[in-house]
């Protein structure tokens, strides 16, 4: 960019309607807002504000205002405009989960944490404009609750052949040449990308770290081809304003939903296929064992951000009754997929555990607002298959959404 804007919001939006207007223009000039005093300090700000615990160097927020913010802010940015900034190996912790197997958190220190959070504030609001309407995990003004609507929504316009797919090892498995090659394609700035690389690098020799600032950034970036695959199959077989397809995905948890009528079955397979295409062009493993296919019509349910989906009848309609778990519902332990930091501001004050540094999950995300069980109820209206319409609702044309404690 050639003319700096007066704040971060004002370049952030720039950045934006930029990227949005030309999709193919390559940045330049970024690394110098990445340095910006401001920019640092927001950083920091967002990092105290999550409150994660210290990384290989053992140094705290405690400590680091003790000797003087501004002070350990001013060494960053010197050590990055003078490109002697070298980010610290991540702390690893081994967190339990089901089954007796363990997750492993990498966490970096609360300085390079300030470096990341600097980075994604300049290079975030470029692909955003990139990103695609099916994508929810860890995007500004996206949230689990809107997710779980569309997943909703979808089931109750007889979209009940379910692509329930799950990802091994994902984020463990992320190839950093490839990442690199995505960022390349918008960001033509060398000392960002030479910045971005050393990042990765301190990771280990592939993956993106559960706890690193910038990896929910980059694990969407990693997949939003994926995401554009799916977006053009639901224009492709758009019928009007009907569509024949949805897809939902948070994170790496991806849900398809297709049409339920015979004459559509061969897109349970075209879309399986060409799934599987997109996946392989980028090293990612399809786990078999978890993956599969539902089909609701013959009471099936799945499972998606920790509720459990199934197709109902209310009289003379169609329902998608989604049921929280009892401990998502009342704000526990349902963790997100991928379980990484809020990278915008927290839905809740809680701020992160020692154990789990920069950690959000679904029960928190949900805290407050989640209900034990939910139902959208849609009337059915002009679909020549079905002239039937739900008294249920005929106050309320559409989509609405109920709450039942």
């Known amino acids: 960019m050639t003319k700096t804007p007066s704040s971060l919001q004002d370049l952030s939006k720039s950045l934006y309607d930029k990227a949005k207007a030309e999709p193919t223009k390559r940045f330049w000039g970024l690394y110098v807002h990445v340095c910006k005093k401001e920019t640092l300090q927001e950083a920091y700000r967002m990092a105290k504000k999550n409150n994660g615990a210290p990384g290989i160097d053992g140094v705290t927020f405690e400590a680091i205002e003790e000797s003087g913010a501004e002070s350990f802010l001013q060494q960053i940015r010197d050590e990055l405009t003078t490109n002697t900034y070298r980010p610290m190996r991540v702390r690893k912790k081994e967190v339990p989960k089901d089954g007796g197997k363990v997750r492993v958190l990498s966490i970096p220190s609360i300085r390079d944490r300030v470096v990341q959070g600097a980075l994604k504030l300049i290079l975030e609001p470029i692909f955003e404009a990139d990103f695609q309407p099916g994508s929810y995990g860890y995007r500004p003004k996206r949230t689990a609750h809107e997710a779980v609507s569309r997943v909703a929504e979808a089931i109750v316009t007889e979209k009940t052949k379910i692509i329930d797919l799950d990802l ?95 004459r559509h079955a061969w897109l349970v397979k075209a879309v399986e296929k060409r799934l599987r295409e997109e996946l392989a062009k980028l090293s990612v493993e399809i786990n078999e064992e978890k993956s599969r296919m539902v089909d609701l019509r013959k009471q099936g349910s799945f499972g998606f951000l920790g509720f459990d989906f199934r197709r109902i009848r209310v009289l003379k309609g169609l329902a998608a009754a989604v049921h929280a778990k009892a401990e998502e519902a009342n704000g526990g332990a349902g963790e997100a997929p991928g379980h990484f930091p809020a990278t915008c501001e927290p839905t809740c004050g809680a701020g992160d555990r020692d154990d789990q540094p920069n950690s959000s999950r679904v029960g928190e995300l949900l805290r407050g607002r989640a209900f034990r069980q939910m139902f959208h109820v849609y009337q059915r209206l002009g679909r020549k298959d079905d002239t039937e319409t739900s008294d249920v609702c005929a106050e309320t044309p559409g989509i609405r959404l109920e709450a039942m404690e």
Do not use: C, W
């Open 168 to 262: 091994r090892a994902y984020f463990d498995n992320v190839q950093h040449y490839l990442v690199l090659e995505k960022v390349a394609k918008r960001v033509q700035d060398d000392a960002v990308m030479r910045l971005l690389k050393m990042i990765l690098k301190a990771t280990g020799k592939k993956g993106v770290p559960q706890g690193g600032v910038v990896s929910p950034l980059l694990s969407n970036l990693y997949l939003n081809e994926v995401d554009r695959m799916l977006e053009k199959a639901i224009d492709t077989t758009r019928n009007g304003k009907y569509t024949y397809l949805q897809y939902v995905r948070f994170a790496d948890d991806l849900v398809i939903l297709i049409d339920s009528y015979s």
